[in-house]
C-alpha cells in the first residue's frame, strides 16, 4: 500500500498515543501526521446556574495531559 504524505488526527478525547486506534489507522496510511486538539469554547460559558463546564483542576489536569502527549510525539 502507498502512504499518503500528509495526516490529520484531530484527538478529541484519547489523549495517549498507545492503544490509540485513531492514531494507528493514520501513522500506517500516512508518511508524516499533524495532531489537532481544540479546545471547546463553550466550556468557558456559564451555565444557567453560573458555572463553566470545566473546572480550573480538570483545565489543568486537560493542559498536563496535552503537554505530555506532545513530549511523547516529539519522542518518536
Given at each position: 500500500?502507498?502512504?499518503k504524505d500528509n495526516g490529520l488526527v484531530?484527538?478529541?478525547t484519547n489523549l495517549?498515543?498507545?492503544s490509540n486506534s485513531s492514531i494507528e489507522a493514520a501513522a500506517s496510511a500516512c508518511k508524516s501526521l499533524?495532531?489537532?486538539y481544540i479546545l471547546p469554547e463553550h466550556?468557558?460559558?456559564p451555565t444557567s446556574w453560573g458555572f463553566t463546564?470545566?473546572?480550573e483542576h480538570r483545565l489543568r489536569f486537560l493542559v498536563?495531559?496535552?503537554i505530555d502527549l506532545?513530549?511523547?510525539l516529539e519522542k518518536q
Open positions: 500500500m502507498n502512504k484531530w484527538l478529541q495517549r498515543l498507545q499533524a495532531f489537532l466550556w468557558f460559558e463546564r470545566i473546572g498536563d495531559s496535552l506532545k513530549r511523547n
